[in-house]
């Protein structure tokens, strides 16, 4: 088994595992979007409100802010020492106040928290436009939670992934170039009168199959050919800003571990 990054930011990663079947893959996909857990306001105060809006409408909009999850020092309640289900503590919440008056358009870094590292992902998200005497005082409180739960605790906007694509030319290939005109993701080159796949542009293709039709269109029988190597998986991930993707990763690959382990350890005491 490998895993091997083609590319990797603070937003996006690209990664290649190999020698995986296909339920592990979907797994690791289902855990990072639904079970990896991160900070969203979870419930708000209302004490003065006179924007235009209803107190539901910007206690919704709050919910629905990217905030910033530091594991390293906060995490889900359940692990927690507090113990305390409903409410949570210093370790596993964050409260944020906000008071403002207008005119202003009020963005999410109108929310001051406790702990100054953890803020809004943007500062510039619009909650409420309010005029001239119009005010909004809350406090709210960001918790831990998943994706199961409410799509505000998801942490990736895109997580997927394909199967590695394998592309074959035969030596009946002719160089009529028909197959590079018509791919989507330029992956394909002519070379030597005959036609070559980009290697660093392979991971790219998208598995359309554009190149077969034109291939058999230009009346050579399908001197091209788009296959997949069925235990390479290609994922891609992009955070919503409250984890690093290398963090939901990890995380995401924490929680099968514990499952399993649990599983084990359930399974041993039956066997005792
Ligand atoms: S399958 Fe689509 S993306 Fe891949 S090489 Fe063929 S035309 Fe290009
Ligand atoms: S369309 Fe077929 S014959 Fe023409 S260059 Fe592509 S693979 Fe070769
Ligand atoms: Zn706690």
Redesign the pocket.
Known sequence: MMLEFNSLDDTTAIFTIDDIQPAFANSLRRVMISEVQIFAIDSVKIYDNTSALFDEIIAHRLGLIPIITDLSTYGPTEKCTCNNKEDGCAGCSMTFTMSVEGPKIVTSQDLISEDPAIAAVSPNIPIVKLEKGQKIVIEAVARFGNGQKHAKWQPVTICGYKNMPCIT?AP?????????EVCPMNILEGSNG??RVIPERNTLCSLCRL?EV??LN?G?DT??KVETKPTTFIFTIESQGSLKPIEIIEQGLLILKNTSDELIDALSEIKE
């Open positions: 030319i009946e290939c002719d160089g009529c170039s028909h197959c590079i005959k036609v190149c034109a291939c230009s050579i001197a091209i």
